[in-house]
């Protein structure tokens, strides 16, 4: 097969971010792909441009500006009364019908459901290659060199598309920093009509409804997460991770053997199959550190492991490490950490 | 109703290896099975058979051990099973798989017209999502992803209500038949294979399709040749350079000395 870039696809140029926004919040994974594109287009010496579509009621040009605060040097919207809530076939053809009249190098997507949804749909349309949910995007040559965990992430892969464009990627949210704002970055902005209307679209979105716990389990960005492993040795012992949580304001995440043995719900496991996080702080108590956990949490600022076996893999790749009981050592953390917090508390008040 | 479920046979990966100085897979002895996601779409496709009778006829592309998965799924009450296998096909990425799948579809639906086809969430080995959407845009299906629940389905109107995942909640969405649904983890339980289908799952034959049977005439679109993505590096995760740094309850030190510790390292660096 051939790997050479055919003439007529070496006038694509530019690094394109989806920015995925959602009832007047734009999703964090547009950002943090909004620094990683201007590092990659500054390598190429492109522009970076953000892709805004929606209904009259998304206030568009508000998302512009956060788009150029964060990196971007130009945004195309789309506005459209069908554009109003996500549905596949007009986000397939808007989407498309941009990519085709401007021709980006590169376009990036957030691996969430609508990043996924959409990116399949228009990779296929367009015939280009997509790399699925990468944790790593770098230059290699002219080429995007996307890098993705695979096979439960024991291994990593990196995977480019040399002969087609644009070169389309999804990335995984939380597995790239959160760009630095910079309140003094303008750009300019234009608009392109999607020119569909409302018969032409079979699906209709009937409903939305919104998740009830939505803001009670925010692990993905929460700043201190306690997470349980299976070393906690029951259901009981949860309300030790718990204790610890509440002193410190902190979520409480779980590893897939505590979710599965049902001591924990779902919505809090931490890995390959479960959220990536990116925390200030992560305590994990009885947690062995199985490589399908740690991808979900090593970008984590500061790792502190408490276990028995001083060969625990998590002390490979923990900051801190705790040997000990977790069940002994649990309490007095938490008890610690609330009498000095509250002095340090008291001597700022 | 004719139903179309698409199924992966994927290495299971909970046995897999990772050799520790090539960094390659480990693939020997390694059982195969089949991708422990499709077998949510296999089951409402069954519980749509049930209801509306019907027939729900399985499709995979993979090597010839591949029928090995097929016949699982008659097991558990499929009718009946293709399995699209051709060295032509080898080294695929997504884009190339679509458009092998979507071709034995439409071959598929010559015989009798398909209202419905069903994929798993994603696969535990390429686990990229994107074969559903591809094969809907070939085929022109509307596109249901990550679908929890079908609501209703009217066969007389041809429409179909469905529950999707979506970010910070759930759609309702109301579309027409053919569609593509593909399924999302843990939303049913797997029957029970019965007597009389275990005995089917082992004589039924399963039918071969090569490339010119599936109805492929672009070779270029296939296989290695038709996929625009390259793996151009297969690594280890690096290790982090230094080890923890350590302490232990016990000899000497107190629980409580231990959680001062910790305390003054993280909250002064
Ligand atoms: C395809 C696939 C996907 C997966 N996805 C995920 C995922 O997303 N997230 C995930 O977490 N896992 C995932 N896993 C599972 C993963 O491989 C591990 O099995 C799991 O992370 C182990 O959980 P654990 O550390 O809680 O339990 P264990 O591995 O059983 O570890 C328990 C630890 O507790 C220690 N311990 C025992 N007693 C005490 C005590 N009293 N005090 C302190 N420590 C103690 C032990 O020394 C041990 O290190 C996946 C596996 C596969 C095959
Ligand atoms: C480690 C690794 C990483 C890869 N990364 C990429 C990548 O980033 N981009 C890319 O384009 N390709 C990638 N591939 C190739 C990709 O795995 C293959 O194209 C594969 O044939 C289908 O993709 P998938 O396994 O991701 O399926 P998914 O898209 O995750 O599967 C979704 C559903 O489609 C159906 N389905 C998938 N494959 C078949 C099949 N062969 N027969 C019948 N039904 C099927 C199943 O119902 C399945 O549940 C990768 C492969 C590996 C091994």
Redesign the pocket.
Known sequence: RSTELPEHLKAYKGVWVFIEHDRGQVHSVSWELMGQARILADQLGVQVSGVLMGGPADDMEAFAKEAYVYGADHCHIMRDPVLQGYRNEPYTKGLTDLVNTHQPEILLLGATTMGRDLAGSVATTLGT????DCTELNIDGRALAAT?P??GGSLL?T?MTLAYRPQMATMRPRTAPMPRRDESRTGTISTMALGMIETDIVTKLLEFIPDANRNTVNLSYADIIVTAGKGLKNADNMKLVWGLARVLGAEVGATRAVTQAGWLEAERQVGQTGKTVRPKLYIAAGVSGAIQHRVGMEGSDIIVAINTDPNAPIFDFAHHGIVGNAMQVLPVLTATFRSHLDRRILKVA | MHIVV???QVPDSAQIRVHPVTNTIMRQGVPAIV?P??LF?LEEALRLKDKFGGRVTM????PPQAEDALRKCISFGATDAILVTDRAFAG????A?SFA?AAAIRKIGEEQAVDLVF?????I????????PGVARRLGLNLLTYVSKINEVDLDARTLTVERRAEGGVQRLKTTLPSLI?MLEGTNEMRFATMEDMLRAARVPVRKWNKDQAGIEDVSKIGLKGSP?IVSKVFAPKARKERAEMQEVGDGSSVNDVCLNLLQKIFTT
């Open positions: 290659g997509l790399t699925a993705r695979t096979f892969c995977i | 698409c199924i992966k991708n996601y499709d779409a499709l995979c592309m993979g695929a990425d997504t884009l798989t799948l994929t798993g969430k994603q696969t080995d390429g686990d990229t999502a994107q074969v559903g593909t993505t």
